[in-house]
């Protein structure tokens, strides 16, 4: 029985979806201004974990992911580039798709773009006008009225008043209330801009998600997830327009994952200490960095840096080193009433636990060495790809792939091995270890057995 924790109302809840056999999850994708960095990795890669135990549960899952393409920050980088924002969100949505293949996430079944869906956003905030829950300013701007919505501050458990009491909010005097927000922003010169009932413009940033997901999911769905810096506002506001506009419950279990941070503080780029995807891709196998994510609990925080990275590589050398020595047999569905199998799923179903699902991978690693078993080396195999770890080769993986910048390529180290090969015929033993200790010293691990000898990257 899959249990899930849910924020909004903060504990664990036995996961029932609205249509028996079916879930509708929506997630916060990105903002494409810029390349993604690893915090967005954690993100990205922990639902799609999610997204993939619901399918290995034997559910239809419809998984919506969506793009903003069009943002202050899009208009100023475009700008600054001197390039168009069409132009800008094109290339960053390239880049994004080209780093997140490399950590083996796997595509959502729809991924909207704000752009597409503007119609939807003008007909919501015009409804939002119509039942006294949103108002168009003398600025132009539409502003939603967040007092005239009961529930406001549900999900992140901060009323109007306290927010009122306990923070610092620019006054604009276009606003009725200083925590209104933006649902309609009137055009400025040279921005991209629709027409509407209130004048060309563009969507506000809230709107947008309650469009998209309700326009592939229906006005009430499953799960919404994204980072808890989403919890307040960006989730709130999403609550407080589709809720206010259809007066009904919009979505059953809100989850969110925990930040990754950088010496114990938050990862993002508004504090400036961040890596790229692309720039740890340079350093370390993306799998590697998969294997960082999954095997922390999605709503922990997780600490990053190379060290860690490079533990975690270790642990996947083992894994894939196990199916090395001992080849699956086979393609066998897997057996979820042996021990192992109920162990994982057990870990799973609570709240998508893989730190303990991951420990039992370990588990069956350590058998198979013991065992030499195929049939064990192929479920353990099959329950990895559940999180979609240990899919490649087991060779081709611990060879690393191309060399780095300063290391040997696959084609010297064969000559090495041979060289050292010819050595050990002719009984030049001390030649021999040469050899060894010198693709030792390069990162390369020779390992002799009875089928001949065999190498990987350290």
């Known amino acids: 029985m899959l249990t899930v924790y849910n924020t909004l109302a903060r504990e664990k809840q036995v996961f029932t979806p609205i249509e028996p056999g079916r879930v509708r999850m929506y997630v916060c994708g990105m903002t494409v201004y810029d390349l993604c960095h690893i915090g967005h990795a954690r993100m990205l890669a922990a639902f799609d974990v999610i997204y993939r135990w619901l399918h290995a ?16 920050k899009i208009i100023k980088r475009a700008a600054e580039r001197g390039i ?73 458990g901060k009323s109007l008043d306290d927010l009122q009491a306990g923070q610092r909010v620019e006054v604009d005097p276009n606003k009725r209330d200083p925590h209104d927000f933006v649902l309609w922003k009137s055009a400025k010169p040279g921005e991209p801009s629709w027409e509407s009932p209130w004048g060309p413009g563009r969507p506000g940033w809230h709107i947008e998600c309650s469009v998209m997901s309700e326009h592939h999911l229906g006005s009430h769905f499953d799960i919404h997830g994204g980072g808890e810096d989403l919890q307040f506002p960006h989730h ?24 990754l941070q950088l010496s114990g503080e938050k990862m993002s780029k508004s504090l400036g ?54 080849p699956p047999t086979g393609r066998a569905p897997i057996d979820w009433t042996s021990s192992y199998g109920q162990r994982f799923k057990t870990a799973m179903d609570d709240d998508f636990n893989t730190a303990e699902a991951v420990a039992v991978l370990f588990d069956m690693a350590g058998e198979v060495n ?82 001949g000898t065999t190498w990987r990257r350290a």
């Open 57 to 72: 549960s034997g559910y239809d899952v419809t998984y919506v992911r969506n793009i903003t393409d069009i943002e202050d």
């Open 273 to 326: 200490n961040f890596f790229t995807i692309r720039d740890v891709l340079k350093a370390f196998d993306g799998e590697a960095v998969r294997f960082l994510i999954v095997k922390a609990h999605y709503r922990s925080p997780l600490n990053y840096s190379e060290d860690l990275i490079r533990d975690a590589k270790a642990g996947l050398d083992r894994l894939y080193t196990a199916l090395k020595n001992t």
């Open 84 to 156: 168009t924002p069409d132009q800008l969100v094109e290339e960053t949505i390239a880049d994004m798709h080209a780093d997140l293949s490399q950590l083996y996430l796997l595509p959502p079944t729809h991924e909207p773009r704000a752009t597409q869906h503007v119609d939807g956003m003008i007909a919501m905030t015009a409804k939002l006008i119509e039942k006294g829950r949103a108002y168009h300013a003398a600025n132009g701007d539409v502003y939603y009225a967040v007092r005239e919505f009961p529930g406001y501050g549900k999900l992140s």
């Open 236 to 259: 709130e506001n999403e609550i407080a327009q589709s809720e206010g506009c259809h007066d009904h419950t919009y979505v059953n279990y809100w989850m969110h994952n925990g930040f």
């Open 370 to 451: 013991r065992s030499g078993s195929g049939e064990l080396a192929a479920q353990l195999k099959g329950l990895a790809n559940v999180l979609g770890l240990l899919q490649r080769d087991p060779e081709a993986y611990l060879q690393g792939g191309p060399a780095g910048e300063g290391e040997l390529g696959a084609a010297q180290i064969e000559a090495l091995i041979q060289a050292r090969l010819d050595a050990r015929k002719a009984k030049n033993f001390a030649e021999s270890d040469r050899i060894r200790a010198e693709l030792l010293e390069q990162g390369v691990v020779l390992e002799d057995g009875p089928q």
